[in-house]
């Protein structure tokens, strides 16, 4: 197989729930093992959840194809999320989500970003509607409707 050959395989190969599935697995454990994390996930594992094809937390499907923008990840790319960040990669512990939900939460619980969402949209729907958003002080205070 040429040069260009193989890199016409790996570019079609990552499009496919295999190739993503192993291209997502051996990031993880590669980054596993440079942070000392326990790693026990299967590339089976990997492609079971891509089969699904939907974000378990936002419900958009995967992208699968190429970057839009050469070295940037698409938004809706699926990304592996370590649930507990400090836990490493195991199967209780690792949701396949869109790298846009995987970079929006970092270190954050799926409960933190849903309450930030929250305050976004809040925010956003207020100025739409043409109201003045009530700021509220205390930092966990509930957002009224």
């Given at each position: 197989m040429t040069k260009e050959e193989k890199a016409a395989y790996r570019k079609t190969h990552i499009q496919t729930i295999e190739g993503r599935?192993?291209?997502?697995?051996?990031?993880?454990?590669r980054r596993a093992k440079l942070r000392d994390l326990p790693f026990d996930i299967t590339k089976e594992w990997v492609a079971a959840a891509l089969r699904r094809g939907t974000c378990p937390r936002t419900y958009v499907d995967f992208y699968m194809g190429e970057p839009k923008i050469k070295g940037r990840n698409e938004r809706h790319a699926p990304s592996l999320d370590r649930i507990v960040a400090l836990l490493g990669y195991t199967p209780s512990n690792t949701q396949v989500v869109t790298w846009a939900y995987n970079c929006a939460k970092h270190t954050w619980t799926d409960n933190d970003l849903l309450k930030?969402?929250?305050?976004?949209?809040?925010?956003?729907?207020?100025?739409?509607?043409g109201v003045e958003p009530?700021?509220?002080?205390?930092?966990?205070?509930?957002?009224e409707y």
């Open positions: 599935a192993n291209k997502l697995w051996l990031d993880a454990r930030m969402s929250q305050e976004v949209a809040y925010v956003a729907l207020s100025k739409k509607l009530r700021k509220r002080t205390p930092r966990n205070a509930p957002i």
